[in-house]
């Protein structure tokens, strides 16, 4: 009897582990370059809608298509945030945030801050005092 337990135990073990592995750990991942934005919004409104309104919760998890013109280009172990200020914190400038795929690394260079800039990304959410986009691809 006691064994007819353990063979059962381990059985439903087998298949809970490959279940997991098959269906969890394996999963494979969106690519963000070729997903429909959900959300097509400037960045400032995107900002003040976070900061001010309290509505980052409508935006995380989403893919958001941003429109606006960026102040700086961070570049960090080979890494670029894009970053749009709308205003000066405790901490440093506060805005959004957008770190590209690694693919967009020569176009990113090349960018002229100057100009509006359409990008899409994952938002991850707002951390007080940045919307924090990941996954971001240029559009123009």
């Known amino acids: 009897m006691i064994k007819k337990v353990i063979i059962a135990l381990v059985v439903i073990g087998a298949i809970g582990g490959a279940y997991g592995y098959f269906f969890m750990y ?4 969106p ?3 070729k997903l429909d934005a959900d959300i097509s919004i400037s960045a400032a409104e ?3 809608n976070c900061r ?5 919760a409508t935006y995380t998890g989403k893919v ?3 429109t606006g013109t960026a102040q700086s280009l961070e570049k960090n172990a080979g890494v670029y945030t894009l970053v749009f200020v709308f205003d000066d914190g405790v901490f440093g400038a506060e805005g959004v945030r957008a770190t590209f795929l690694p ?4 176009r990113l260079e090349g960018l002229s801050l100057d100009q509006e800039i359409k990008i899409k990304a994952f938002c991850t959410g707002y951390n007080d005092s940045d919307v924090i986009l990941e ?3 240029l559009i123009n």
């Open 103 to 106: 693919n967009y690394n020569t």
């Open 26 to 29: 394996n999963k494979s991942h």
């Open 52 to 56: 001010d309104n309290g509505q980052a």
């Open 135 to 137: 996954k971001a691809s």
């Open 64 to 66: 958001l298509e941003i």
């Open 31 to 33: 690519d963000y370059e």
């Open 46 to 48: 995107l900002f003040a």
